[in-house]
């Protein structure tokens, strides 16, 4: 059976998604679950585009061992050294390197003819042949770039020395009928063409980027590259793990196998959502909370009659279980640990005893602890900025049906130590809390999105709150976890506020260069 290598793009074409900024810890922890979710390649992101994704992509690249860490570069050889730079101590170093190739692009944005870019493309490939095992090449818009000249093209980056060629939709435009088709093209047009594994790379602007990527693979594409929850600029990138899901469903239709740990599909998922602060839709195909859900009557009766009348992918497959290990008031640090460790978190004594003691003093408020309970806790303590940004203290809400909502805040500067205190009123409970906290930081920040909700079912679960802000024309986005509704959304207020404070602490002075690629 034809094996099919995953290219996760999660920490590179995800992250551009806007108002996402991830800082290394971030990056690191996601790289490590991707490792063990089992992606063949994952791209850590664009090393010359500014000093902190450089220190990502490096320090990834040196801990990441069972699979190749790859990172972005345009045909520039200053890109390509710093990429080299980066990704030099790695396990198996590749390069993505790209360039446009479709007549809108020459034109417009690189004002250069057919005859510059082909040179430009074969000349950059020769040079990073030279430091890089692997070379990975992108036609940027591929998808409307003339197929004659694609094929061309293809054929000279592979006689110097392309190992993969990445054919993307880059703006999402091509239904799976014409993307298939470009792919049986360039087999059959190209020079060498089987000499290479040829990548597929789509968007979802038309809501077809799945489909294309499985109709690229139906056409002789080896590789797919994709993003977790699908999130990336626009309307985002394929989805991996609806991918993945579709490839191991029909086995019986694709023939192609891959090394996808389907069981931490949602465990991946869900660190990414938390860390990224991008909510998963509900309806959201594999991970979506209502993916295992049945509403109606009829489906119900069938369900309970037999599964399989109405579930086609088990909810076990993708991670999502019981665990027969509750913890509550009652558990112990022994229990405690184990419970860390089977998810994941390699903690020192230390930290352990620091998360026992927040988790025991919880216990008096919340009957049972989820593992989605435990991890939403640990992340946002372990990837909260303490040097950067304010620091939630307290939270006092008054509100009546007859009286107009106040909300008093106390919050920590962390770089002058100094306690702020402020309180302000609302139309709502939650508008007195964002008005109380826009007097305590005194900055002009716009609401773009607020969402709401729990971990679990029950009266005592978690409430997970997302937001997205503008500050100084940037977005952003944060969130927050609570067992109250309202302190949930101050903390997701406070944590899109402190990730834009951190990026422009990180980029202040700096010329950070927009990552296009592909």
Known sequence: MRKINFFDTTLRDGEQSPGVNLNTQEKLAIAQQLEKLGVNIMEAGFPASSPGDFNAVKEIARTIKNCSVTGLARSVKGDIDSAWEALKDGAEPRLHIFIATSDIHLKYKLKKTREQVLEQAVAMVKYAKERFPI?????????????????????????????????????????????????????????????????????????????????????????????????????????????????????????????????????????????????????????????????????????????????????????????????????????????????????????????????????????????????????????????????????QVHYGTSQVPTATVSLKDQETDQVIQEAATGAGSVEAVYNTLKRCMDKEVQLLDYRIQSNRKGQDAFAQVYVRVMIDGKESGGRGVAQDVLEASAKAYLNAVNRYLVLKTNTEGLSKQAAVGS
């Open 135 to 395: 070379v990975q090449w992108s036609a940027e818009d591929a998808c409307r770039t003339d197929l004659p000249f694609l094929a061309e093209i293809v054929s000279e980056v592979i006689a110097a020395g392309a190992d993969v060629v990445n054919l993307p939709d880059t703006v999402g435009y091509l239904a799976p009928a014409e993307y298939g088709n470009i792919f049986r093209y360039i087999k059959e047009n190209a020079r060498n063409a089987d000499k290479v594994q040829l990548s597929a790379h789509c968007h979802d602007d038309l809501g077809m980027a799945v489909a294309n990527s499985l109709a690229a693979i139906e056409n002789g594409a080896d590789q797919v590259e994709s993003v977790i929850n699908g999130i990336g600029e626009r309307a985002g990138n394929a989805s991996l793990e609806e991918i993945a899901v579709a490839l191991h469903i029909r086995k019986d239709f694709y023939q192609v196998e891959s090394t996808i740990q389907l069981n931490e599909i949602k465990r991946t998922s869900d660190l990414v959502s938390k860390l990224t602060g991008m909510a998963v839709p509900r309806n959201k195909a594999v991970v979506g909370d209502n993916a295992f859900a049945h509403e109606s009557g009829i489906h119900q009766d069938g369900f309970l009659k037999e599964k399989t009348t109405y579930e086609i992918i088990s909810p076990e497959l993708v991670g999502v279980k019981t665990d027969a290990l509750v913890l509550g008031k009652h558990s112990g640090r022994h229990a405690f640990k184990d419970k860390l460790q089977n998810l994941g978190f390699q903690l020192g004594e230390e930290e352990i005893n620091k998360f026992f003691n927040i988790f025991k003093e919880l216990t008096g408020k919340k009957k049972e602890f989820t593992d989605e309970d435990l991890i939403s806790l640990i992340l946002e303590e372990k990837t909260a900025d303490r040097k950067i940004g304010y620091d939630f203290i307290s939270l």
